[in-house]
């Protein structure tokens, strides 16, 4: 008998496409090697003598993805929702992530992020931690050992910060950059992976961009940064890159816009059509964080937009600009905040449903990472057992109607068991 086969058992849910989801009560997923092998009704008698484990009445779903969280941020969550980005950024952000010289601060800081993530219902995430080389690898080491599988940068900043956090020069702090992908392919990590994070384009010099280029050439790693999330971080950048046509065009002049540079954006509440025809082309992902765009008054990103284009995007919680690290939440924020701009911005635009904002917070969202977020055959194995008997209702609720509940009012305690590339976390 092949030993790296089981089985769970359980209403499962998921997500071929935004339009519709995938349920089958009470029904079966095999899981071999890590990666899905089938999703049945009825277990086939091929399967039948291998370890079943029996979820019964509970939901079993794809594990949910956060492409944009900052570690270092989530110390102050819930502080400074007064503000908008770049004074928040002055006031809470730079201050913060500095302490992060300190090893001691940083593993305290991090412990309680990395535990927390683990709790979650995210068992993929993308991660921006601080300038500081050490403490990047920290929080790498922490979070390896969690078994989550994320990708975490150590962030660049050359220009337009304060002096106690900025890097001394381009030349610096891509040195520091290329001593740390060499630590992190040294630790050989099985789930940890680096990625580039460039801040945003006011905080990197040109000079700065284009030896990032040439560190993503030669080590092939993905990026993430920041694109089109407020009014004043817009007219900031066509400033400083006047020979740019857009924002995206800052980051893709030198090659660090997708194309053959694997790129996520979070925000993108401003972006207008020659932006999206420009991440289209050159296949860059969307991390829409709709909480954090509303806590700094950003705005609403058009995200009914993005998905009629045919844009790939998920979700992202974006603490500390959010205030939670669940991306359930991110779900209901995004749905609630569509509708505000449907209703106050643009009528053609039509609110986001639950099927939409599943998608994106699973297979759209995970495909960054590969086949991820779904439990058609070939995809890696990350899976969320949630036991919704804490929420009572007098209703008789399908399996559909449990799961919209579970967007609305979970936490913590409906996540009764967790998988990721077929591992079990807890």
């Known amino acids: 008998m092949n030993e790296s086969i089981f089985i769970l058992k359980g209403n499962i849910v998921y997500s071929k496409s935004a339009e519709e989801l995938e349920i089958i009560e009470h029904g079966y997923i095999v899981c071999e090697n890590g990666l899905v092998q089938g999703v049945y009704q009825t277990l086939p008698f091929a399967f039948g003598g291998y370890p079943v484990i029996d979820y019964e009445n509970r939901l079993v779903i794809p594990g949910l993805t956060d492409l944009h969280v900052h570690a270092p941020q989530y110390s102050y969550r819930g502080l ?31 412990k309680i992020f990395v535990e927390n993530l683990k709790g979650s219902a995210t068992t993929r995430a993308c991660i921006f931690a601080t300038v500081h080389r050490e403490a990047t690898l920290l929080l790498m080491d922490m979070l390896e050992e ?12 050359d220009r337009n910060c304060p002096d106690y956090i900025r890097e001394g020069s381009a030349k610096d702090s891509a040195l520091e950059t290329v001593e740390w992908i060499k630590d992190v392919r040294h630790k050989k990590y099985k789930h940890t992976e680096p990625i580039l994070t460039p801040r945003f384009t006011p905080s990197c010099t040109d000079a700065l961009m284009e030896k990032l280029k040439m560190i993503q050439t030669r080590y092939q790693v993905p ?49 207008d059509d020659r932006e999206i025809q420009r991440m289209k082309e050159n296949g860059v992902f969307v991390a829409h964080c709709p ?90 194995m990350d899976a969320v057992v949630l036991d919704d008997s804490r929420l009572k209702t007098p209703m008789e609720m399908d399996v559909k109607k449990r799961l919209e509940r579970m967007v609305y009012f979970s936490d913590d305690r409906e996540i009764y068991a967790k998988y990721v590339k077929g591992a079990r976390l807890f």
């Not at 006031?91 to 593993?107: C, H, I, V």
């Not at 971080?233 to 540079?261: M, N, R, T």
């Not at 705005?299 to 009914?304: E, W």
């Open 291 to 380: 909480e954090s765009n509303m806590n700094i008054a950003s705005g609403v990103a058009p995200v009914r937009k993005f998905l009629d284009a045919g844009l790939h995007i998920g979700l992202g919680s974006d603490v500390a600009g959010g205030s939670t690290e669940s991306i359930f939440a991110a779900m209901a924020h995004a749905i609630q905040a569509s509708k505000l701009r449907w209703r106050l911005q643009d009528a053609s635009l039509k609110p986001l449903g639950v099927e939409e904002v599943f998608y994106m917070s699973t297979k759209g969202g995970g495909e960054f990472f590969g086949k991820v977020g779904s439990f058609e055959p070939g995809y890696e």
């Open 223 to 271: 990026l993430q940064s920041h694109l089109s999330e407020n009014p004043g971080e817009i007219a900031w950048v066509e400033q400083l890159c006047p020979w740019s046509e857009f924002y995206g065009d800052a980051y893709d002049k030198f090659g660090l816009f997708g194309a053959d540079c694997h790129t996520v954006m979070a925000h993108c509440v401003y972006s």
């Open 146 to 157: 969690s078994g989550l599988a994320t990708m975490v940068g150590k962030v660049n900043m």
């Open 80 to 110: 400074g929702m007064d503000m908008e980005l770049l004074e928040w950024l002055e006031t809470n952000t730079f201050p913060e992530e500095a302490r992060f010289s300190d090893l001691e601060y940083a593993r305290e800081a991090y």
